[in-house]
């Protein structure tokens, strides 16, 4: 089976709320771990990354926290707007790396829906 | 700077045809990587393209082969078509084998068999 998954596969939020995306992993070997967006007839855009030996990282109004000890992900979007609308995909890479030459395990993916 | 660019966008093709897409990277990048993406599912790595190249496989059969030419552009061939080789197929790009960069992809390529 995969070795990421999420959680849910879809998840409606009112603009403007906050939006928490997750996702569990169950390789520990796994050093490095990636958020992409992939809104309709799109390819995957990166959003943000993690290495293992940190917690949190935070973008524009993004933030990925990693819990090894649980093996968990998740994606945190800060009032969330319309062109947030797409589906998330975590990716978790052994090559320590954003292509390595194990290429990227993807999960499903959780489809964002922004409610006005 | 044009990014990762993939061509065609849309193919349909008969069962048992052999189809050929095309990926050229970011500039800069001399890496490639290909996935395949069946709907309402996540990428599933193919195979990588670095110094022309391939350097490892994911779980996919032989009918499934690739090239990199020296202008790191990279072709992705699929022989004996089956119906479940319907999906859309990543190019991602990144530089130096990938390690420690991060990857960029492509619109993908839209391929149905029927």
């Known amino acids: 089976g995969e070795s990421v998954g999420l959680h849910l596969p879809t998840l409606s939020v009112q603009e403007g709320d906050n939006s928490i995306i997750n996702c569990a992993y169950s390789?520990?070997?796994?050093?490095?771990f990636i958020w992409y967006k992939q809104e309709s007839g799109k390819g995957p855009q990166f959003i943000i990354d993690?290495?293992?030996?940190?917690d949190k990282r935070q973008g524009q109004r993004v933030t990925v926290l990693l819990n090894k000890t649980v093996k968990h992900l998740s994606l945190q979007i800060a009032a969330t707007q319309p062109g947030d609308s797409a589906v998330y995909f975590c990716?978790?890479?052994?090559?320590?790396?954003?292509?390595?030459?194990?290429?990227?395990?993807f999960g499903k993916g959780t489809h964002l829906i922004i409610q006005p | 700077d044009a990014g990762v660019t993939q061509s065609p966008t849309h193919l349909i093709k008969t069962r048992g045809q052999q189809v050929t897409l095309r990926c050229s990277p970011k500039?800069?990048?001399?890496?490639v990587s290909w996935y395949q993406q069946a709907l309402g599912q996540g990428p599933q790595f193919i195979f990588q393209?670095?110094?022309?190249?391939?350097?490892q496989r994911g779980n996919f059969p032989d009918r499934f082969s690739g090239h990199q030419f020296p202008n790191y552009s990279s072709e992705l061939n699929v022989n004996a078509l089956l119906l479940g080789d319907s999906a859309l197929y990543l190019c991602?790009?990144?530089f130096g084998g990938g390690l420690n960069t991060e990857a960029f992809f492509g619109q993908g390529t839209r391929l149905t068999v029927v």
């Open positions: 991602a790009s990144s």
């Open positions: 390789n520990s070997a796994s050093d490095y």
């Open positions: 993690i290495r293992s030996n940190m």
């Open positions: 990716a978790e890479d052994l090559g320590g790396s954003g292509g390595g030459a194990d290429g990227l395990t």
């Open positions: 500039s800069g990048h001399d890496t």
């Open positions: 393209y670095y110094e022309e190249e391939e350097r």
